[in-house]
């Protein structure tokens, strides 16, 4: 069963305070804070998360990089108190997207401050101290208070890997492809596991490169072509000088090489 808005707000978390959307307070009593609160997440467990994280940041970013229409970051707070309290419910997902709204720094991201909007993805990367919570009230809190449409989580360790996209209100599993790949509506991109790493994929099955594995391809490309390049050089050298033997050898002869 769902848990309502007031249930979940009351369940504090992530140094939020308790707190039921009910609760009567004075106009002198609520603070408006500036769009650009400061986030205050906690360092991730291993150098794996961090290194996941920046991963598929990377990746997104260079897929979308002709793109402006959209917001994407990690570790970041996302502020949602009803009441505009900067104090209480906040949640800093590992990964989130936002579509259709401006791709510019934040410090934090402050829902009453965007429009109301929430992430349409969200990534959590499971460890052993937030695995439980990942699963369980995140879940909830994703589905039942941000709506948002896409949701994963992924061990970085064990490499466990769910994904769930809502529908009628609730989340329901994705079904995973023959690749072991999921599909996510919001981004029209595979998720799939790639040498033990969550990568992106495209509708067609190719892998989203970082532009670290451009530059790469490239590099190699041009390697490719510089080997070509010599190796038909060497063999013009090669026919070059068998050609001036053979007109040497002619001219020996008594013969002229010209009228051949």
């Known amino acids: 069963m769902s848990a309502s808005l007031s249930d979940l707000s009351q369940t504090a978390g992530e140094g939020e305070q308790p707190f039921a959307p009910t609760d009567r307070v004075s106009a002198d009593e609520i603070v408006f804070p500036p769009s650009d609160l400061p986030s205050d997440e906690p360092p991730f467990d291993s150098s794996l998360h961090l290194h996941q994280l920046r991963l598929l940041m ?15 970051t990690g570790n970041l707070t ?24 401006s791709n510019q720094p934040r410090r934090s991201w402050v829902v009453w401050e ?12 499971l460890s052993d101290s937030t695995a439980k919570g990942d699963r369980g009230l995140k879940k909830q809190i994703y589905q039942d208070i941000f709506r948002t449409p896409d949701y994963f989580w992924f061990d970085p360790q064990s490499l466990e890997f769910q994904g769930f996209h809502l529908l009628d209100g609730l989340y329901h599993p994705l079904e995973a492809n023959e ?20 990568r992106f994929f495209t509708p067609e099955g190719l892998l989203v490169p970082t532009p670290e594995e451009v530059a790469d391809r490239e590099q190699q490309r041009a390697d490719r072509e510089q080997q070509r390049a010599e190796s038909e050089r060497q063999r013009a050298e090669t026919e070059r000088q068998a050609n001036a033997k053979l007109r040497a050898k002619l001219q020996e002869l008594g013969i002229d090489p010209e009228h051949l």
Do not use: A, M
């Open 58 to 72: 990377s990746c997104l970013n260079w897929l979308w990089r002709d793109r402006q229409d959209y917001f994407c």
């Open 78 to 101: 996302i502020h949602y108190s009803p009441r505009q309290l900067k104090s209480e419910l906040f949640r800093g997902p590992d990964f989130f997207v936002v579509r259709d709204t």
């Open 114 to 125: 965007e429009n109301g909007k929430y992430p349409n993805l969200i990534i959590e990367l």
């Open 179 to 198: 690749s072991g790949w999921r599909w996510s509506q919001q981004l029209g991109l595979y998720l799939g596991v790639y040498e033990e790493r969550l």
